[in-house]
């Protein structure tokens, strides 16, 4: 099945091709400007994601969690029932590869044959959500090899049932020990100045009602003001700034859901002096404005 993309700053296409227990997919996009795509969940699912141009940033809902994805990486991301919000920046030229497998089939096939992937079970498991922390790895010729051999091969019906499952399994047992790898070596890496800004983190999140400026949280984190900036934003995400916004816009939600303040205060107690400012970074947020949740 193949689907055309295209809307307001964005034009591309997905392909995607149903095995048993896989479903496959080649997506391509090229952007003029922010976009951002909302993908539903109608099962769980385990997945090997290549991304093979292009940087974006994955918005788990529940969790509220940034994933930043860089070009030329890959991981296995497991996501229970629910949805996720893919950013593309402007001028982005994307590419990914990739296919969801049926987690019960995967424990059951594979598993067994990677004991260092105990933490993929658990989360299926526990039906709780999964996804190599830190950085992807990266791509190495072996796998774009197999990749395009999936992609460009002669076969027609059956035989191409065969031989892409076949390449499948091919790549799965390619792609682990690399994970593998990376793991250990952020393991052995530790990168440094990881503590301070976990510690720049809490002391947001304790502070949302005082003004706070990067050079405040820089000054408590132990760090200069671009060492803040650049080691938060490859953390989580996200800059330091939108972090704290996205924080009080949180709270925020939560007291006009949950309590009788009038707007205008909430307003005010997130940082912003006029309630239509308020309401306007509010619908940015969340799609809808804070008087559509009072209703």
Known sequence: MVKTLEGKGFRGQRTEKELENFLLYNASLRTTEPVEFVVDGADNWLQFHYQLSG??????????????ITSNSFAILYQKKGCCKIRFPKDCVYESFGFRVDPKYFVDSFLKDFKELVSVQQAINNDSLFFLDKKYAALDSKTREIIQEILNHPYQGSLSDVYVKHKLVELIFHSIPVLRENAEKLLEEKPAKREHIEDAKAFIAANLDQKLSLKVIAQHAGLNEYTLKREFKKEYGQSVIDFFIDLRLKRAFEDIQNTDKKITAIAYEAGYSSAGNFSNAFFKRYGFRPSELRK
């Open 55 to 68: 940087d974006t940033n994955t918005l788990i809902v529940e969790k509220e969690m940034i994933v930043p």
